[in-house]
């Protein structure tokens, strides 16, 4: 009887331990699926750091890939630069990257020479404002930008990054730039004063055609397969945001937002799309509607195709409850000459409250908006007359040029221009791929495509033009301010580097 009692005992023993075991394994198991799950969960999207001046802003070399980087206050986190109207952006920039670099750009090993550009700022081409050509920075060495922001600068999202000719390819793929935001839009849209401000920038990931992990970056992003393109070109980049790939953001249902986008990337073209939204346009390059149409101040679409450069700033509301809603780029076929731009997600809009996420009512702006809408018989006029000046790209297998011309860092202004008055330009295409056209200083209009007027004329500061193809432009060259020598260029980086630039001087 005891004998028995005592393997009943036993059996119970030995039972009660296999539980505690597989309770323990249970545990462990669910510890490391929790684990697991945490480590895949995308981030929630954060805005990037800010800044206001004076600044200290570090160019850097990646201690782990050798990349080039920006550093500021530490990590290499580029912050959204932030001005007033009036105001002065006071920025030291130091070159702290080796003088021996290991990456290539386009005539050979980088020299990590790097300057600064502030795209899209109606501010000096002089020294030590945005000066592109004459302020150069080799390592070991620094400049000191004071850049005067007038008082009547559209207020909206602009943004910076190196313009080192023969670099800047490769430094902008690196992810050497930032936003900048120029305070004050609520004047010309005063229901974004309340609403949470997203600044998203987009830049790229470089997935290599041989690398097992890319293709789980690809996956991760939903990268189509189908192709709009005429181009043969495989994939190599996908898009980040903020630096984080397919991130979450946190919207609640209904809840309206203001995102600022800027597509950072050297030849990525970016035709954003919100499922199931309508995008409420407020301004494009840093561009209000209102400030040219005082009558118009948003436009709804369901996308809005960015060239490499291109800024659009848009309210989006929250999705319905239990519905799914992404932001998205849509395929854009660049031509046949032209590299893929394959659909894929940015990123998950998600219905939760964001830690932190009560929004800070901006600070109230008295002043009235300034606007400055031209005269329909002005655009007329300019419309009916023949181009003051054509741009003309081309290119064959030796590079790129503009009116037959690869640039050169001392050549002479390719064109002059006498500040004070509007004048038409016309920009030409003849090759097979699409380039995006770009001026430093100012914004244009542009109003026809191919000879076509456009529907809706739109400010830019960075057009596409098409394939074989053309764009009619009315430039504002009034402004005061801008005297001195300056540059155009395609945004694709690599074509930049490559010769597809010139100088105009004004004066």
Not at 77 to 94: C, F
Request: glycine share 6%; aromatic share 6%; charged share 20%.
């Amino acid at each position: 009887m005891i004998s028995s009692r005592t393997s009943i005992m036993r059996t119970i023993s030995f039972a009660c331990v296999m539980c505690i075991a597989m309770l323990g394994s249970m545990q462990i198991a669910a510890q490391a699926f929790t684990a697991s799950h945490q480590t895949s969960t995308p981030p929630l999207l954060s805005n990037p750091p800010e800044a206001r001046s004076p600044i200290v802003l570090s160019a850097i070399n990646d201690p782990n890939t050798g990349k080039a980087a920006f550093s500021f206050n530490g990590r290499e986190d580029p912050p959204v630069i932030r001005a007033n109207p009036g105001e002065d952006i006071r920025l030291t920039y130091v070159n702290a990257m080796s003088t021996d670099s290991h990456e290539r750009c386009i005539d050979g090993p980088c020299m990590n020479m790097t300057n600064l550009h502030f795209h899209g700022l109606h501010v000096s081409p002089d020294a030590p404002q945005d000066d592109v050509i004459t302020m150069m920075a080799l390592p070991g060495q620094s400049l000191h930008y004071v850049v005067n922001i007038p008082l009547d600068q559209p207020p909206g999202l602009y943004w910076y990054h190196t313009h080192p000719h023969g670099e800047s390819y490769q430094q902008d793929l690196d992810g050497m730039s930032g936003a900048i935001v120029i305070d004050g839009i609520e004047r010309y849209v005063p229901e974004v004063r309340h609403m949470r401000e997203r600044i998203l920038v987009l830049r790229d990931q470089v997935i290599g055609k041989d690398d097992p992990a890319s293709h789980e970056l690809m996956r991760k992003v939903d990268l189509s397969t189908k192709t709009c393109s005429t181009s043969t070109e495989q994939p190599e980049r996908i898009f980040t945001v903020n630096g984080a790939l397919r991130p979450q953001i946190a919207v609640t249902t209904g809840e309206q937002q203001f995102w600022r986008i800027v597509t950072a990337s050297p030849d990525l073209y970016a035709d954003l799309q919100v499922d199931g939204e309508q995008l409420e346009i407020v301004a494009l390059d840093g561009m209000p509607l209102a400030f040219h149409n005082p009558g118009h101040p948003v436009e709804f679409a369901s996308h809005v195709l960015l060239p490499p450069a291109g800024r659009v700033e848009a309210i989006i509301t929250g999705p319905n409850p239990g519905a799914r809603a992404a932001l998205r780029t849509r395929c854009f076929d660049t031509g046949s000459d032209g590299d893929a731009n394959p659909a894929m997600v940015l990123a998950d809009m998600v219905n939760v409250l964001q830690p932190g996420s009560k929004p800070l009512p901006t600070p109230v702006d008295a002043r009235l908006p300034i606007s400055k809408p031209l005269s329909p018989a002005l655009i007329k006029r300019l419309e009916g007359s023949s181009p003051d000046f054509v741009v003309n790209f081309t290119e064959d297998k030796n590079g790129f040029y503009i009116n037959g011309r690869k640039f050169r860092p001392s050549d002479p202004p390719m064109t002059t221009v006498s500040i004070g008055a509007f004048h038409h330009w016309r920009v030409t295409n003849e090759t097979h791929e699409v380039h995006p056209f770009h001026i430093h200083q100012v914004h244009f209009l542009v109003y026809a495509q191919n000879g076509v007027r456009l529907k809706r004329p739109e400010w830019l500061d960075t057009v596409n033009v098409p394939v074989e193809g053309n764009v009619d432009l009315v430039m504002d060259f009034t402004d005061p301010i801008i005297r001195g020598m300056s540059l155009f260029h395609c945004h694709l980086l690599s074509h930049e580097d490559k010769g597809m630039m010139a100088k105009i001087l004004f004066k």
